[in-house]
């Protein structure tokens, strides 16, 4: 059994996230950034972890691309799903819903919410004026640790439960 993190981060915590969640999970995995999927042989693997930023509502476009482009083999591997967002989460269903394929979603056995952060050096000039606009009386999101442990064993626990099925 061995598992592939395929993560879309436009300023560093969405990989943060996903190298967190490979450390966490005891089976062989493998991580790679959504730009280098295609270099990647999906026959040697067994299950599947898509994970992505959240950028105006929607996941990041390489992420959205890399699940539609190889829907068919995708689903044919234990999926599981997760965002790295600062909303909290109340908006991953719709988030999930407006990004990817609901085929896609209803074969995911976990979908995570892994909060987020807000990495101000890394935007641009503009866009680092609006978000600290945006975010003047708000609390900054963070990074969930917990959340990422907790989808960990739950996807873990999955798979176990779903061999023994077969
Ligand atoms: C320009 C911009 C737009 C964002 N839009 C949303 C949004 O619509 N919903 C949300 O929950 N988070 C939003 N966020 C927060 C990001 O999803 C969060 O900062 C995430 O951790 C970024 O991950 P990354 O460092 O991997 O790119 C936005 C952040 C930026 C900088």
């Known amino acids: 059994m061995r598992i592939l993190i395929v993560y879309s981060s436009k300023t560093g915590t969405t990989e943060k996230a996903a190298r967190k969640l490979a450390d966490l999970l005891k089976l062989e995995t493998d991580l790679t950034g959504a730009k280098d999927f295609g270099s990647i042989d999906l026959s040697r693997y067994d299950a599947v972890v898509v994970g992505s930023a959240v950028r105006i509502g929607s996941v990041l476009k390489d992420s959205k691309n890399l699940v539609s482009r190889n829907l068919v083999q995708l689903l044919e591997r234990k999926l599981a799903v997760f965002l790295c967002m600062g909303e909290d989460k109340t908006h991953l269903d719709e988030y999930l819903a407006r990004s990817y394929p609901q085929e896609f979603l209803d074969a995911c056995l976990v979908k995570g919410h892994f ?19 945006m975010m003047k009386d708000k609390e900054p999101p963070k990074l969930l640790e917990e959340n990422i442990e907790a989808f960990a064993k739950e996807f873990e626990e999955e798979i176990a439960s779903r061999r023994t099925q077969q």
């Open 115 to 133: 909060g987020g952060e807000i990495n101000i050096d890394k935007l641009g000039f503009i866009m680092r004026i609006l978000m600290k606009k």
